[in-house]
């Protein structure tokens, strides 16, 4: 019992330090932020999964998007909580590799005669950007942190979830770089267009 009190003690130490770079400026930002979607969340019938209030959830998750971290959400609808959680990663995980493969689609690549190539209708870039997007799923699950998860109850015994994450697009940054390198080589892509590919994933997802 003495080592689990020293086990919580320690641990609620850590929670304050974890929030010391922000500025007072960012934390009313936080609190803010965290209040009135905790209101909003609350009024569609949501409560977290877990011990931790819901706005201290929010203020948590918040702060640490203040310190660079960016948002990624997944929904779920389930009567089995352990499936709605699952469900809600894996449309996380999707959402996340649709905007990575949306980043590429568009962009222009010129091929060694210096011909613009239109990469949306392109048979080969088509084949590429299923492969990529495929790929940044898999590669990204262990990128996703959730952050907390909201669960509501339905009348007819089913729960809609809601589960927040955060990324860190740093170490994601890599898994997309070996996602479209995978996928270059799986489909072929010529080395000249999946060069200039690549400086497109390097840029940041938003």
């Known amino acids: 019992m003495k080592k689990l009190i020293m086990i919580l003690m320690a641990l609620c130490l850590m929670a304050p330090a974890a929030m010391a770079d922000l500025t007072k400026k960012q934390e009313k930002i936080c609190n803010q932020n965290a209040k009135k979607r905790a209101k909003d969340l609350s009024k569609q019938g949501y409560t977290v999964m877990g011990t931790l209030p819901l706005e201290d959830a929010l203020y948590k998750h918040f702060a640490k998007m203040e310190m660079g971290a960016t948002e990624e959400m997944g929904t779920g609808h389930s009567k089995s909580k352990n499936n709605g959680r699952q469900m809600c990663l894996t449309a996380a995980m999707s959402e996340y590799a649709s905007k990575a493969v949306s980043q590429l689609k568009g962009r222009s690549v010129t091929d060694a005669y210096g011909n613009e190539v239109d990469t949306e209708n392109d048979p080969e870039f088509a084949r590429f950007y299923?492969?990529?997007?495929?790929?940044?799923?898999?590669?990204?699950?262990?990128?996703?942190?959730?952050?907390?998860t909201l669960v509501k109850q339905n009348a007819d015994g089913s729960y809609d979830f809601l589960m927040?994450?955060?990324?860190?697009?740093?170490?994601?940054l890599s898994r997309r770089q070996k996602a479209l390198k995978?996928?270059?080589?799986?489909?072929?892509?010529?080395?000249?267009?999946?060069k200039q590919v690549s400086e497109f994933v390097n840029e940041p997802l938003k």
């Open 130 to 148: 299923a492969a990529y997007e495929r790929l940044t799923q898999k590669e990204i699950k262990g990128e996703l942190e959730e952050s907390f």
């Open 164 to 172: 927040y994450m955060l990324v860190d697009e740093n170490k994601a």
């Open 182 to 194: 995978d996928a270059a080589a799986e489909t072929n892509l010529a080395q000249n267009y999946a």
